[in-house]
C-alpha cells in the first residue's frame, strides 16, 4: 500500500521505532504499545503489546502507518492490519548496519527528516572500542527454561563489534534453550535487563566462578536514539565485569 508522505498519523508496535519517530516529531505518534517508554511522559494511546496488539483499536485511530518489526510483531497482526486497509511498514533488522539503513527508509518512506542521531550514530559504530583482549561469552535473555542469544541476532552483531563473541552465534536457531551445564567454553556472562529483568540477585547466582555483566538491554536490543552512546554505555558495562 502507498504510505502518505509526510505521514501525520503514525501507530508505532516497536519501542525503538517508537522513540525514532518521536525524536523527529513525538505529535505525529497517535499510538504505541504498553512497553514504548521512551521518551518518558508519551502521551499516546495504548494498542497493548507488541505480541498482541488491539488491532480493531489501531484501526479506530486511523493511521497513516503502522510501524512494525519482523521479530517483534506477528505476521498475523500485519496481515489483519493490512486487510482493514491501513499500510504497515516492517523493519528486518539483523546487523548494526541493517539498523541504520532500515530507519533511514523507514524515515524517508514516512516523509520525514532524517534526525542528526542517525548519522552520527553511522560514525559512531563506523569503528568503536573493543574489548582486549576479545572474550567468549554467553547471553542468556530468559529464564524458567534458559534461552539465550543464538546466531542471526541484532544484539549479537552489537555485541561482536565490541569485541564480546558470542559462543552460541553459530546455533541452529536465533534463540536456543540451553543447558547451562553443557555450554561451550565461555568467559563472560552477558545478561540484559530486557526482554528479562536480570539483576545482581537473579541471574549472577546460576554460574558460578564466571564474570557477569549486567547491561542495558535498551542499548542492547533497541535501535534508535540509544545507538548513538550504545557502544560507550555497553563496554563500561562489559569491562567492569572483569
Not at 3 to 29: F, G, K, M, N, Q
Not at 60 to 84: G, H, T, W
Not at 105 to 122: F, N, T, V, Y
Request: aromatic share 6%; net charge negative; glycine share 6%.
Amino acid at each position: 500500500m502507498p504510505l502518505p508522505a509526510p505521514a501525520r498519523r503514525i501507530v508505532s508496535l516497536v519501542p525503538s521505532l517508537t522513540e525514532t519517530v518521536a525524536s523527529v516529531d513525538a505529535a505525529l505518534l497517535v499510538g504505541a504499545t504498553d512497553w514504548c517508554v521512551e521518551p518518558p511522559g508519551l502521551d499516546v494511546v495504548r494498542v497493548r503489546g507488541t505480541k498482541n496488539p488491539d488491532v480493531p483499536r489501531i484501526v479506530q485511530l486511523r493511521p497513516d502507518v503502522v510501524l512494525a518489526n519482523e521479530e517483534e510483531n506477528r505476521a498475523a497482526d500485519v496481515a489483519a492490519l493490512r486487510d482493514a486497509g491501513v499500510p504497515v511498514w516492517v523493519t528486518d533488522v539483523r546487523t548494526v548496519p541493517d539498523a541504520l539503513a532500515a530507519l533511514g527508509r523507514m524515515l524517508a518512506a514516512c516523509g520525514l527528516p532524517i534526525p542528526p542521531w542517525l548519522q552520527e550514530s553511522a560514525a559512531v559504530w563506523a569503528a568503536p572500542r573493543r574489548l582486549d583482549p576479545a572474550r567468549r561469552v554467553v547471553v542468556p535473555i530468559w529464564r524458567r527454561p534458559w534461552m539465550a542469544l543464538g546466531r542471526d541476532t541484532f544484539a549479537g552483531d552489537v555485541l561482536a563489534r565490541l569485541g564480546a563473541l558470542n559462543v552460541l552465534a553459530d546455533a541452529a536457531v536465533r534463540y536456543p534453550r540451553i543447558d547451562l551445564a553443557a555450554l561451550p567454553s565461555y568467559d563472560l556472562v552477558v545478561l540484559p535487563d530486557e526482554p528479562y529483568r536480570f539483576t545482581a540477585g537473579d541471574g549472577p547466582e546460576a554460574f558460578p566462578g564466571k564474570p557477569c555483566a549486567l547491561v542495558s538491554g535498551r542499548h542492547l536490543t533497541w535501535y534508535g536514539p540509544s545507538l548513538v552512546e550504545a557502544p560507550s554505555v555497553l563496554l563500561d558495562q562489559l569491562a567492569a565485569a572483569g
